[in-house]
């Protein structure tokens, strides 16, 4: 099945900085989501963007398709942004997600 | 409300006993799938439906069972063949006009 690393696993961040999170996948994908995990577990929809570019207040996300690759942007960050984010690609035939291990942030006021 | 329920929120179980865990979504998906995370990991692919009366296993299909008798309903039982059951198990689902999957806030089982 497709594999998937993110990066970094973890990142540290003072309130008001803007980061970067990448997503690298192994096959051609028909989906991808990114997903903000809080830190009572809910896993919230932040992304549906199997490929082009998407906003969405501070954030945002690039899927480069033929690349293999994806990006979070998360501009002026927030206490409330800390928590784990995922990727998760589908391919083949089905749409299934398929999740890496993520990565942990914590903002500091 | 549209959204996925999944039940209860907590559970708690001594070792060798079978436990269901219930996932119920009313915004008519077709596929339904059950994950489990362990601390600091990924989420891993237990089972999926993608239609009523039929399922797929997952990457870790071991010591699980499901059932998809009705198009809401996906339960997952962890049975005591299940090595290390303790875990936080999530439940989503997706649609066929658009796949974006949608996820249940998810159960958190320990077995004593």
């Known amino acids: 099945g497709i594999q998937v690393e993110q990066s970094p696993p973890d990142l540290i961040l003072q309130e008001g900085a803007n980061s970067t999170l990448r997503c690298n996948f192994s096959?051609?994908?028909?989906?991808l989501q990114w997903f903000h995990q809080n830190p009572w577990g809910q896993l919230i929809n932040l992304f549906y963007?199997?490929?082009g570019t998407k906003q969405n207040g501070r954030l945002s996300a690039t899927t480069v398709a033929t690349e293999r690759y994806s990006l979070l942007y998360i501009s002026s960050s927030q206490t409330t942004d800390s928590g784990v984010y995922f990727c998760?690609?589908?391919?083949?035939?089905?749409?299934?997600?398929?999740f890496g291990r993520g990565t942990s942030l914590i903002v500091h006021p | 409300d549209g959204g996925i329920t999944q039940s209860p929120k907590y559970l708690f179980r001594k070792e060798g006993q079978n436990v269901t865990l219930s996932c119920e979504q009313n915004?008519?998906?077709?596929?339904m799938y059950w994950y489990r995370q362990d601390p600091g990991q990924g989420l891993r692919l237990i089972y999926y439906?993608?239609?009523?009366?039929?399922?797929q296993k997952g990457d870790i299909a071991e010591g699980y069972s499901v059932s998809r008798e009705k198009k809401e309903s996906f339960p997952l039982t962890v049975t005591s063949a299940q090595k290390n059951p303790t875990a936080f198990y999530l439940c989503?689902?997706?649609?066929?006009?658009?796949?974006?999957?949608?996820f249940g806030q998810g159960t958190r089982l320990t077995v004593v």
């Open positions: 989503a689902s997706s649609g066929m006009a658009s796949t974006e999957a949608f």
């Open positions: 998760a690609p589908s391919s083949g035939g089905s749409y299934i997600p398929t």
């Open positions: 096959d051609s994908v028909n989906n």
């Open positions: 963007i199997p490929s």
């Open positions: 915004l008519n998906h077709d596929a």
């Open positions: 439906s993608q239609i009523v009366n039929d399922f």
